[in-house]
């Protein structure tokens, strides 16, 4: 008995390191790989890529490798115009093998075989989705907590004059910046960190000044943020405190540091392949002089945001309004977000 034990301890390790498994690759500037894993060593992986057959990776070049299991969704395109979506079960170099809730059990051989496309299991799993969220990190204007992965950038344009960038240098920190064209440039430098499976955590700040010099535009904010949720669908708070530059009765210019924090409520929910709603709100007070009883006083404004955003693989618009709190007015807004 104690020897089938031994020959049993002895043989488990080698069967779970031969269980096929499925893994995804990112490399530098690169569009993932996705494949079978098939061996590793202190220099290199070896998988076998769905459509570019065994390729050797070498470590120092990954930027992120991710576990997808031991079967993937992917959609199978046949030389003869067939398209069969399943869960892929093995590859190898002359066959497929998935299955199929239409068809059951398949083994299609790799002859028969166009290509095939991973279709990542994003939002819960939801019926349809076929890419992962392009831009989780940010909704209209204000961040979420999830942060930029090391590599990834996006360039951000709203209303035409206002361009952004930013850049991940790692999985938790990102540095970008902007102008709105010809008055202001700043910058926003973020960390963000996944402390659980449905939380994230982050800091960051926003400094901006204007090009102009008689213009005396100065704005400072540092903010913290707490994001509930998926890159599909969350919640984020984020609060923040700051300094501005402001105009005196004298009409001179200081920086003036805020008296009370400022809020953002924001969220975002996938509803198809293609479309998500977004929603950012402001909450924040105003120290104002009053011209005719020469005081001042805090004023608590708002500004509500609502609308959809338009999404591709590496692309999003977002259009939706913005209502300042207590006004009757509804500004539209237009984005369009690239990564590159």
């Not at 020959?7 to 779970?16: K, S, T, V, Y």
């Not at 199929?100 to 299609?108: H, K, M, P, V």
Request: with cysteine; glycine share 8%.
């Amino acid at each position: 008995m104690r020897a089938l034990v031994f020959i049993f301890m002895l043989i488990l390790p080698g069967c779970l390191l031969a269980q096929k498994r499925f893994v995804r690759i990112q490399l530098p500037n690169a569009t993932p790989l996705v494949g079978q894993f098939q061996s590793e060593d202190e220099r290199a992986i070896q998988v076998l890529e769905l459509n570019l057959g065994p390729m050797q990776v070498i470590k120092s070049q990954i930027q992120s490798q991710d576990e997808l299991g031991n079967s993937i969704r992917v959609e199978i395109q046949l030389y003869d115009n067939r398209t069969i979506i399943c869960a892929l079960q093995e590859l190898s170099a002359d066959q497929v093998q998935a299955i199929s809730q239409e068809l059951g059990n398949l083994a299609i051989s790799r002859a028969n075989v166009k290509s095939l496309r991973y279709l990542p299991e994003v939002a819960g799993g939801q019926a349809g989705i076929q890419f992962d969220n392009p831009h989780p990190t940010r909704y209209f204007f204000g961040p979420s907590a999830i942060p930029l992965r090391k590599g990834e950038r996006y360039y951000q344009n709203a209303y035409v004059l206002a361009n952004s960038v930013q850049y991940g240098v790692n999985d938790h920190f990102s540095i970008g910046g902007g102008a709105v064209i010809p008055f202001a440039f700043f910058i926003t430098p973020k960390w963000g960190y996944q402390v659980a499976p449905q939380w994230h955590l982050g800091y960051g700040m926003l400094a901006a000044t204007s090009f102009i010099k008689d213009f005396n535009f100065g704005l400072a904010v540092g903010y913290g943020s707490a994001t509930y949720g998926t890159r599909e669908h969350n919640v984020t708070l984020n609060a923040g405190w700051g300094a501005v530059k402001q105009q005196d009765p004298n009409a001179s210019y200081a920086w003036r540091g805020a008296r009370r924090p400022m809020f953002t409520i924001s969220a975002m929910t996938r509803i198809s392949n293609r479309v998500m709603l977004v929603t950012e709100n402001w909450l924040f007070s105003l120290r104002e002089y009053d011209f005719q009883t020469e005081t001042y006083s805090m004023k608590n404004r708002g500004v509500l945001t609502g609308g959809f955003r338009f999404m591709g693989e590496k692309n999003s618009f977002d259009f939706g309004v913005l209502i300042p709190a207590g006004e009757a007015v509804a500004i539209p807004y237009i984005d369009y977000v690239f990564k590159f």
